[in-house]
């Protein structure tokens, strides 16, 4: 996709962090853009924001975890726009950090699994059929992580890689049918966002009534990496790096390569048939 004025782009948990920077970079570029976000303070106050600045805009609260809440925000999307040329599945958490992965409940599992890796199915199954009806070049973004491609160490990496393995297949599908559909899997790295934060949005009924063992390190965990992530890349230079890879019809986007030795490590344990170095 070369151009982008006059087009519509669809973006989850875009009320803040690269979901909000994407939504600006699209719509500076002469795009309407749909936000879609569970955090409905955050979202209404992105859409004034860019509707302040004269940008064409529509907010849906939307709860990726749910098929039947994508499939409304792609309903508001065609009804106020007509079409879709760009859907963005950005929407994600830091889910279960509270244990070892046995240790962790059927309710932990709901959630993490709910908002990092359903939601990119349910997202694949509504908005490709979309971008392939237009008749328009179309993109399919999946927000990956860098922990999609180094070893795995909790639920959140599990998640990443599996939305990877979508990505790839979704990807080679879309080229064995000639389609003018693109995807590219974004792998960020250490970006300022409230990723960290995401137990805020975490719903009652998939809260455990009782700690797991590693509740209190989970906690002190997702404090530590909240401040680190603060010092990180800003989510503006993420969409810049995002609007390149939809012109260049790039697959895998990383943000930068300071994550490149565990990525080498990853594959030159897997080729040499090694086991992994503790971590700790």
Same mark, same amino acid.
């Given at each position: ?82 079409? *879709?040329?760009? %859907?963005? !599945?950005?929407? &994600? ?6 244990? $070892?992965?046995? =240790?962790? @409940? ?42 999609? *491609?180094?070893? %795995?160490? !909790?639920?959140? &990496? ?6 990877? $393995?979508?990505? =790839?297949? @979704? ?45 209190? %390190? ?63």
């Amino acid at each position: 996709m070369q151009e982008f004025a006059d087009k519509v782009a669809v973006v989850t948990g875009a009320g803040s962090g690269m979901g909000r920077a994407f939504a600006e970079r699209f719509a500076r570029e002469g795009m309407s853009v749909v936000l879609g976000d569970i955090q409905e303070d955050a979202l209404e106050r992105a859409v004034a924001e860019l509707s302040g600045e004269g940008f064409e805009v529509l907010g849906v609260p939307t709860d990726v975890s749910k098929k039947a809440s994508l499939e409304a925000l792609a309903a508001a999307a065609l009804d106020r726009f007509g079409k *879709i040329n760009i %859907a963005c !599945n950005n929407a &994600g958490v830091e889910g279960y950090l509270d244990g $070892a992965i046995w =240790e962790a @409940t059927d309710k932990d599992w709901q959630w993490t699994v709910g908002v990092n890796f359903w939601s990119v199915v349910y997202g694949t199954q509504i908005f490709v059929p979309l971008l392939l009806a237009n008749g328009e070049d179309g993109h399919l973004v999946n927000t990956c992580s860098m922990t999609s *491609i180094v070893r %795995a160490g !909790n639920m959140y &990496g599990i998640c990443k890689q599996a939305i990877l $393995a979508l990505s =790839e297949t @979704t990807y080679g599908n879309l080229r064995d049918r000639h389609a003018n559909v693109g995807v590219t899997a974004l792998f960020p790295g250490i970006i300022a966002t409230r990723l960290f934060q995401g137990s805020r949005n975490r719903p009652a009924d998939l809260q455990n009534e009782t700690p797991t063992p590693g509740a209190a %390190a989970g906690t002190e965990m997702r404090e530590r990496m909240h401040e680190r992530l603060s010092a990180g890349m800003p989510p503006s230079e993420v969409a810049d790096i995002l609007l390149q890879a939809i012109r260049d019809d790039q697959l895998y986007v990383r943000t930068d390569h300071d994550w490149d030795d565990g990525i080498q490590q990853r594959f030159d344990d897997i080729f040499a048939g090694r086991n992994p170095a503790p971590t700790a």
